[in-house]
């Protein structure tokens, strides 16, 4: 087994850890420290790190775990992931998280923070919202009480106060972070044989599971490992997946997708460690409006997030493009609003410049991977053969 194949088996049990045993050991090596778990997409977690916090995303139970429980909790025709993480929740699989952001993705993850408030999960339980106007004197001030109750959240458990200097080091931390994953996908841009879509989701979903200092030497290990030849080029496409930025896809089905004959050169599916593009200020003498400064002005773009004055369809389009990608597949969740309402549009933007695209949904759970296989492999050759 080379060094490569077992960085990748460690994320790969890392990042399906539905018992976060590697953040429990964290909390329990030193004094002051608190879990706190979030849910997809985004949050600040440079925050948390500074208020000797772990940030810990649930991204769901996925496959992993049989859901009984958690379907008594929601109706039939909503996303599978508030089911997943009910049914975790109830199983005591969450039981060492001592608070939880619910960020504002649709109804279905405000109404999980609910449950979980009534159910008194953890120390505190915040739904966190975002701005809807990117006006600073407005949504950034508003942003910034949003991160000043977590803050206080925090400090209210543990005692730990979230200075300049710590905040400024977190910044750095996860700018370093982003930077390495950029590096990642700009690596595979190129070389997508050299590391899978799949090994590459494993490694960036193990990373919300472990401090960020332990995930950037496992990213710059990675970096160092793929930036020499490994492998051999197959006939392959290159595609985008856009869709899939909350409840998380069975790793069967991006298994399926490349083996149907499609490189992925980018994706959306773990979005909230890509969120901010480029690097934040880590020197300023106000962290807290540097993080503000990003959200409005560094943001990716995703269903969960309101940008009328910079169209998603749009810039999708030019992702596709920057990467050389051959097309688009688009993959939401099943009754994944946000994502289901916004592909009309996006697929009209590819439409109108010529980039083919194809669809399908699926649950975490679950997924007729033979069909997805054959409709990928028919997109593929597709292209191949009349584009």
Not at 164 to 193: C, D, F, T
Not at 242 to 263: D, H, R, V
């Amino acid at each position: 087994m080379d060094r490569l194949t077992e960085i990748v088996k460690k994320a790969e049990t890392l990042a399906f850890d539905l018992h976060f045993t590697a953040a429990r050991a964290w909390k329990q090596s030193g004094d002051h420290r608190v879990l706190v778990g979030y849910l997809p997409i985004y949050v600040p977690r440079e925050i948390i790190h500074a208020s000797n916090g772990l940030p810990v995303g649930i991204m769901g139970a996925g496959d992993r775990k049989q859901i009984i429980k958690g379907d008594a909790y929601y109706q039939s025709y909503i996303c599978h992931l508030p089911r997943g993480i009910i049914e975790m929740a109830l199983d005591d699989n969450l039981n060492d998280m001592d608070g939880f952001l619910f960020p504002a993705i649709c109804d279905c993850i405000r109404n999980l923070s609910g449950m979980f408030k009534l159910s008194s999960k953890g120390k505190f339980q915040r739904y966190f919202d975002y701005p809807q106007n990117f006006d600073p004197a407005i949504g950034g001030i508003f942003y910034r009480q949003e991160m000043e109750k977590i803050l206080a959240d925090i400090r209210a458990i543990n005692g730990q106060e979230a200075n300049v200097e710590k905040l400024n080091h977190a910044i750095g931390l996860y700018n370093r972070n982003r930077e390495l994953i950029e590096m990642i996908y700009s690596i595979r841009q190129e070389y997508p044989w050299r590391l899978s879509g799949l090994d590459t989701y494993y490694i960036l979903r193990a990373g919300i599971t472990i401090p960020v200092e332990e995930h950037n030497a496992m990213l710059e290990e990675v970096v160092d490992l793929i930036g020499e030849e490994r492998g051999e080029p197959m006939d392959n496409i290159r595609v985008v997946i856009t869709g899939s930025f909350c409840e998380q896809p069975p790793t069967g089905l991006i298994k399926s997708i490349e083996m149907a004959g499609c490189y992925i050169v980018d994706d959306d599916f773990m979005l909230g460690s890509r969120w901010i593009q480029g690097k934040i200020n880590n020197t300023s003498k106000d962290p807290l409006e540097a993080l503000c400064d990003a959200y409005l002005n560094q943001s990716t773009f995703s269903s969960a997030y309101y940008d009328v004055g910079n169209p998603k369809g749009k810039r999708l389009v030019e992702l596709v493009k920057s990467r050389n990608a051959d097309g688009v597949i688009f993959s939401a969740a099943s009754f994944c609003d946000p994502a289901l309402l916004d592909r009309p549009l996006m697929q009209k933007e590819c439409d109108d410049s010529g980039i083919p695209h194809i669809n399908f949904q699926y649950h975490e759970n679950t997924g007729q991977f033979k069909v997805i296989k054959e409709q990928a492999g028919t997109f593929s050759d597709s292209i191949k053969l009349w584009v």
